[in-house]
């Protein structure tokens, strides 16, 4: 042991196996960690792992200290991924309570994945959220210093006015919340239910430490007081933790706690709304741009989260998401999810097609809106002003949208039962929208009859009665489309009557106001009188209401009216006017004030009825095309146009100092003089900026001054202000006339291109202020809204002497609070969908499914058997819409399924493709593997005969003329040759005035030994140029009796003489491979087909034919085309270039009649075949396939290939002959005729997109022949 451990000398080996021994004994305390396998960053896990191995033992009370302090060391190093594996493992139980403190400390530390932890561990928020937890933490983090609380110590400052270290209470985050949020919003912590529910003892007042260990509360539930006062432990449990650690998270920002506490919430869609609102509000209580950016950030966040929960729900239950969205939220300041939105600034929630849904229905109110039509409509419109009774037979209402007139009486059994929860269900939101209004209109003492619960109206009998009558015409007025139109209508009339007034009635010599006047007079009274009723009743915030620019334009017209029905009306009172502007009996005087007064009346009324035209925009804000170029106009002001006047006008008005003093120094004059000459300098630096220059009083020259300065100097121009002046005129003019007026130009631009994107989803906010207005406002349009207003006090004090709350039914806002049941479904259903939402999120193609799972939780640690019957107590009353749910889910599965049934079928059709495919590419391999291997076996057998003394008398003639006419010869091989035959040769034929040329076998292995042989193999005939730069080039060389010119048009040449590529790309020297100095023309033969199926249709793929093209392919495995070099023996044999088929009449081609040529001397190899072997019957046939086909030029030009050289090159012109649909080409007779005897070569066909062993510029030329059939390629 002593050799094998190296301990020292004088080691006790009985105490070292002690150790050893009891290290054994904990083996679950043993980790390995290897320093090969492992990373250096799972160290500390390891360690971690191995404290944590011991902890959970059951029954034990040391263990169970035990597991509390490694919990603790987990929590310290925030290793929640160990703490899951080794605290919180199989039988490992904890007592209720025992994770308080963690969760406390998790919660202080900002550590989420604890907090997921404990909660996905059965932990009850429930019983561990308190009013001491929650004032606990948040007097913490103000008094803690920390700069990231600054907001809420901000909030707290102006809302509460606490500074400093200081006690926070709930109460003090109702303050802080209500500031933040605006008056609309009513908070929790300081609604009446909170002081009822959760309320301070008289024995605890006073002061309190940080611990609040005196403090008392006492909760009183609904039928007896239950007074609980505790000592440093008692503790209040809240009914929505979630919500309320949601809104800590938010206010301490703390942005991982708030989104899982957000996931958490019951109500998600109005949490996040809220949460995007809150976010943006806390904005102005940071000094910091970059936190701003943080929570404008953040709040975009949660607004898309809404958004997408809406979407969510929306694509599940349409009518439930409409219904949600006027849902009136207890726990969220009494508000909904439109208001919140709205006043949030949620433009992209607001633009999403449910609310807009939502918005027409509202909108309609009552009537209907499938049956009304534009005609009847506008005749319902003038029934309304001119017979009111004739509206219940003219203008359809939403009842008769689900029975007519004649319909049959209700059952008693379908007008009991009106509050149950399916009835509910099943009601349409046009019925709750419609109830809603009605709401409005009982506002006005007018109870409209619909079922509280459902919403329903009753339907129509055959006839009406009078009650039903009048509630038909009352509908009609209370709808807020008939409301606005009316509004409208009366506004016209009003500004033409103010018009009028102040265009013929409104003289300096009027006495005293006429009967018109005072219409006008009491019509803006009543104007001013709603404006208040909006401020004040409306139930909005007062700073949104300020903040609407409509608004203050109201408030602005208003005033000016008043101030000048105020002028006038002291005009009219003698003494009055004596008292304040004359002094003694002074008639003229008198008569000065009352003129001034009477003007200074115009000039107040006069811009009063300005901004009342402007109003009129408002009214096209409904319109959809209208609407965004508003926004727009509106933006431009308030963004643009009001900053740039203010440097605009001081570029003014110091220009306009700058000459006034250097062109006119004046001195003495007095207060009034001054601002006289003032507004003058500055009138006349305004309007030179427009084109109004005044050039001759800017240099002095003006003739009444001339003719005055002659006797005195004052007033006169300087002599050195009149070079001066023009100067700075010029200088102004750059400035302001070409700088700062094409930089409100560019602004602009750039503003309209910034909202022109978003245009649209402003317009939607202004939509639903406009009809959240029109819905609130006066059936009774002005000037006799004055009657309704004092009917509407009277109505409100009533409401309020008998305990009743006024506003808590109408079209944007809907109370539950005699239908919890219903209240419950909605928000059980709400978050299921955002549970789909979120899974959606995690993992997009992950189904969706509805699950129990997604709304039981575990009551608290250990299994509380309350919280448990809770929560099985919800599920119950859900489970009628989750089955529908489910039936839902299965349909869309459904779907799916047929989808993914037919993708298979395609799949399973491109894998037969596939492997059609691969078996022709397979049997070309095979026959060229087995045509190689009878080519080796040939030899074999020929070489054993000659060493035998065999005779080789049975081999057959190399090559035998063929002539097709006096000018044409060919050399046809046979089939089987020898190893010397195989060496490279060259083939010579003719083809009348052309000599054509070839290497037999093709060169296709640019690496293999024989490339190097290509030269003496050209040397060996007379084809070549002999001499080191011969012939004439760019024309018809005689002395070589053939064209040296280029399609691409004249080349040059070098010093030496030597002609030079013209496509300027570098190759190798001198001439490389090829025979000829310069241009080197080619031949090129594309026979092609189409690819037949086993039907013997065109095969095609990917949408397109498969075309196929007959290939050389020779013993190594590549392939080209056949193709000659040719030798243009007549002068005018070449032309231009052309690179397209239908420019090839004019190619080389065209002159020369290759064409035909060709297609004969394919004719004459058929002809040449053995007729033994293939049948003459067969090769007739094929002939007249060759004269069928259709032979074309595809393309004539230089060629880009390997061979080139600096000083030669080759140009090619491409015939493609294509077999007719009526005559094929039979594989064995085409291929025999296209290949030289005793070449080892072999002609086989293949598809042109099957090219990779094809030679590349080839590939080239078989691109632009499958362009010109429209084949795959």
Known sequence: MLDIWTLPLGTDLDREVATLVDILRRKQSIEIFSLDEDAPSDLDAKILASLLNSAGTDGHEESERFNKAQLKIALALDRSDVAKQKVFGENKKWRKGDLDNFMRDALRDNKVAFVKLFVQQGFSLEQFVTIQLLEDLYTEDVTTGSQTIGILRNGLQVAVGKTGV??????????VLLHMMGSFYKPFYLSKEFQRDFRIGDSAKGKRGLGFSNAAYVKFSSNEIDRKTSDAGSHISMERPALDLFTWSLLTQRTALAEFFWSLEKECIAGALFAAMLLRESRAFSDDLTEKEQLEALANAFEARAEGVLEECYRDNQSNTQENLVRELPFYGQSTCFVLAAEGGSIKFIS?????????????GNLSTKKNSSLRFFCGLGCGLACPPLLALVIKFSCDELDGVGGSPERPSETSGGGSAGAARRKSIAAAAAAATATGRKSGLKKNKVDPETGDRSRRC?????????????????????????????????LGIYSYVMLFLFDNGMDNWSAIHLLLLVWVVSLGLEEIRQAALSGTSFRSYVSDMWNIMDIMAVLLFLIGSCFFIMRSMDSVVQQLFVTGTDVAALKSAKETLIRLSRICLCIALFIFYIRILQVFSIHVSLGPKVVMIQNMIVKDLLPFLVIFLLFILAYAIMWSSILFPKSSLSIAESMSELMAIMKTSYFQVFGELKVDMMSGDVTTLTEQCKTSSVGCPDIWGKWLAPILLGVHIVLTNVLLLNLLIATFSHTYEEIQSSSTQHWTLQRYMIMREYTERSPIAPPLIIVWHLVFVLYVLVQRCRGHRVFENGPFKRSYSGNRQRERQLMQWEHIRAVEFLRGQDDPKRRRKSDTRTIVRAGGVGGNATNMKKELDSVQEGLGDLFRDSIREVEVNVKRIDNVERRLEELAEMVANLAKSMGERHYEMVTIIQHQYEQSEERTRRQAMTLSGGSRSDRRTTSQPVAVDDDLSVHLGSEDSTEEEQRPRVWRGKLQHHQLARLVPYQLDSGSARVAEMPEVWSSSDWPDRAEAAGAFNGFDSSSGFHRGSHAGRYVTDEAGRPMNPSGKPGAPDRNRLPLWGPNHCLHLAVTRWRRDDRQNIAKKAGRPVLQVAAVLDRRGGMQLPWYHVKHCLPSCIGPASVSASSASSSTVGQCGLQNLLRAWLRERIEALDAGRLGAKRLHIQQEAVTAAACSTVYTGLLDDRVNGDNAWLETDLVNLHEHFNYNFEDDVVTECLREGGSGERVAWIDVANRR?????????LRLVAQQHGAYF
């Not at 449910?354 to 309609?364: A, N, S, T």
């Not at 055959?462 to 509630?471: D, K």
């Not at 009352?474 to 506004?491: E, G, H, K």
Request: charged fraction near 20%; charge should be positive.
């Open 166 to 175: 200081v006690n926070v209470t709930m109460e003090d985050i109702g303050r």
């Open 352 to 364: 999403h097609r449910c609310c807009q849904e939502m918005l027409d229905i509202i909108w309609k």
């Open 462 to 494: 055959r006839c009406l009665s009078p009650r039903e009558f009048a509630t038909r015409i009352l509908d009609f007025y209370f709808a807020p489309v008939v409301r606005f139109i009316y509004s409208t209508l009366a506004y016209l009339i009003f």
């Open 1253 to 1261: 062993l094809m030679r590349q510029s080839h590939n080239t030329l």
